[in-house]
């Protein structure tokens, strides 16, 4: 298993994705305005996107940020490959769909990347990471056994997800920082994996269920970490997540 090496802040903050779970762009640029010059990724979830729309991402990929488009997809096969030709041509570098779609749905929505960019020069659109949402991380074991009907634990669960994912042909998937070790030995240290359910030390957890803090998810061997309301919840976020990005740069 290879680890990130994080040797520098910036190094450090590119791999940090800063979810904007606001409930307009007002808000979300306000937050956006706190973190200037910090290189870390947005991440636009379907709450800000539901009502700021593609305008305001095509704005914020003018100014030049990394955006995770957090939409997670999941609808039939044909629905899915549309969707993922339209967020490809918005230039966003990360989206995301539902591996629980199935793998008919991931590969088409590996078709409608590939149908965007033959619509574009080669080099103008970045490719896409697509990544497969797992099982989300407020789900527990009672959760997915009696409500959604999945038998098992919650990490088998997720690994067959992850290999399912992988076989489709997605880049990586979202899933617990408690799960990257053995989704990496599943899938290849080149799988990606994006972690939310994270909660710097002393935090409050909310309503995730299986939490990490940001050190800890590195260590795990994770690609990036997710990081909501204890950054955006606290009065100074820019402070916050200055103080995350010291905690996770390796000490040289
Ligand atoms: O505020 P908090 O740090 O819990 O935010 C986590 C973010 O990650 C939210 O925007 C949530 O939608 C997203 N997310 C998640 N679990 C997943 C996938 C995405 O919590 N499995």
Redesign the pocket.
Known sequence: MSKLKLSNRAEAAGRI?V???YASAESAEQLIKQLEGIPCYV?V???LFYTAGPDFVRRLKTRGYKIFL?L?MHDIPNTVKGGAESVAKLGVDVF?VHAAGGRQMMEAAMEGVDKALTGFQAGTVTRPLVIG???????NEQVLNQEIGIAGSVEEAVLRYAVLAKEAGLNGV???PLEVLRIKAACGDSFVT?T????PAGADV???SRVMTPREAFEQGTDYV????????FPDPRQTLEGIIDSIVAES
């Open positions: 994705m979810a904007l779970d991440k979830g379907m709450q957090d997670k995301n949402v797992t099982q989300l991380t407020s789900t979202v899933a617990s994006v939310p359910g994270i909660r909310g309503d995730q997710v990081i909501g309301r204890p950054i955006t919840a």
